[in-house]
């Protein structure tokens, strides 16, 4: 992420904690910004998805914890920056989490907030967000928290609120264009097929299965893309 890069070279960064890490695709962005130099450790509190983490990064420099945001095991003041990405909207306690990530920043040091949004959406990130939509939907019937998509504008909210100032916030596009290959188009048609199976058997299948047919239209004609992302650097703000 090139701005990130921009923003963080006139600074030396050591401790870095990237919060909700899954399998670690924020910690490659981080790994390369401070150009394999900070010690980086990712949390969540899914094992499956640390193991997939420890696979991807064999590195001395970066190692997994599993752990929720809602309570870090880390001292005060411990890093120099903290990091969350695409894990807000899976966040039960938002504030908590917040609160937790500005305790182990050290004084001076900066919070990333990357977060997948809602917004003016082109028909091919339609379809990511149909796909995000359908599995946040199928998440909460068994009881996972997963909301739909914030809006910038709402994310925006939640950080002020948290007394976060921003220093800088500018949008991210992880695919620069709809993708056709036949192989990303059949993935996410599985990855919807599959979530709508999840549902047989209850009310909500009947509900929902005429949208497997239009979604797999809807990747043929427009591609698949991922929606953009609002990306936020911060400080925690000073009390006075
Ligand atoms: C969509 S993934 C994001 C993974 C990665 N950060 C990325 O950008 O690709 C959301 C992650 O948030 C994690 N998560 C869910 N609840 C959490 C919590 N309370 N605290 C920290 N992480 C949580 C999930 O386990 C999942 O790995």
């Not at 996972?144 to 991210?172: G, L, M």
């Not at 620069?176 to 192989?183: D, I």
Request: net charge negative.
């Amino acid at each position: 992420m090139k701005r990130l890069q921009q923003f963080f070279n006139k600074h030396t960064i050591k401790q870095v904690l990237d919060i909700g890490t899954g399998s670690g695709d924020f910690v490659k962005i981080l790994n390369d910004t401070f150009q394999g130099e900070a010690s980086i450790i990712g949390v969540d509190p899914g094992e499956q998805w640390l193991k997939e983490a420890r696979n991807n990064f064999p590195q001395n420099n970066i190692r997994f914890q599993c752990m929720s945001g809602e309570k870090l095991a880390f001292d005060d003041h411990t890093f120099d920056v903290v990091s969350i990405a695409n894990a807000l909207h899976h966040l039960q306690d938002t504030t908590t989490t917040l609160s937790e990530m500005k305790r182990v920043i050290k004084p001076g040091g900066w919070l990333i907030i990357c977060e997948i949004s809602d917004g003016e959406l082109n028909e091919a990130q339609k379809n990511q967000q149909l796909l995000h939509h359908f599995k946040s939907f199928v998440d909460r019937l068994h009881g996972i928290t997963h909301r739909e998509t914030y809006t910038p504008d709402e994310i925006d909210a939640i950080i002020a609120q948290n007394r976060i100032d921003i220093q800088e916030s500018f949008t991210h596009l992880k695919m620069k264009q709809p993708k056709f290959e036949e192989q990303i188009l059949d993935e996410k048609y599985e990855q919807m097929k599959s979530l709508l199976e999840e549902l047989q058997g209850r009310p909500e299948y009947e509900a929902k299965k005429d949208q497997l047919p239009l979604f797999k239209e809807r990747l043929q004609k427009y591609g698949f893309q991922m929606a953009p992302q609002h990306v936020v650097i911060g400080q925690v703000e000073n009390e006075d």
